[in-house]
């Protein structure tokens, strides 16, 4: 995410503010997300739109998960993770899913401090943008994005 570094410094820059950017050797970041006092600062790199597969969503909350930030740990989670990824009934697997993801919203493990206003600039030629409410990390759902002829 160098660029985005760069983009950000030079940015900050026009407003007098200096930022100086310092890469992390990737051979790090394991021990930095299993220390408390410096794992909240690596969270933005675990942020992907890439997927929605609730099976890698919900491994957050596996207690051996290196990003369980919360230090969730119930063995009836794990055991319906563990039944879903080993159902081949796409219905029952649903099922499981979401039930286990209902009991993990229930228990609390991590709850949003606030909930942002988010300013989002979007072109006049795109249609469709949608507010991903649930996602502060990546807030567009790009499938819904038309370019208009322009």
């Known amino acids: 995410f160098s660029v985005a570094a760069t983009i950000m410094q030079d940015s900050l820059k026009k407003l007098g503010a200096n930022l100086t950017i310092t890469e992390i050797p990737s051979t790090q970041l394991i021990s930095r997300y299993s220390n408390p006092a410096s794992a909240g600062d690596m969270t933005p790199i675990i942020a992907s739109p890439f997927t929605l597969d609730p099976l890698i969503f919900m491994a957050f909350f596996r207690p051996d998960n290196t990003f ?4 969730f740990n119930d063995p009836s989670v794990t055991a ?20 286990v993801q209902h009991y993990v919203r229930d228990q609390a493990p991590c709850v949003w401090g606030a909930r942002p206003k988010t300013l989002v600039v979007i072109p006049d030629y795109l249609d469709g943008y949608v507010m991903q409410a649930t996602d502060y990390r990546w807030t567009v759902r790009f499938d819904n994005l038309r370019v208009r002829a322009h």
């Open 68 to 71: 369980n930030l919360a230090k």
């Open 80 to 99: 319906q993770l563990d039944k879903a990824a080993k159902t081949a009934d796409s219905a029952t697997q649903k099922q499981i899913l979401h039930d």
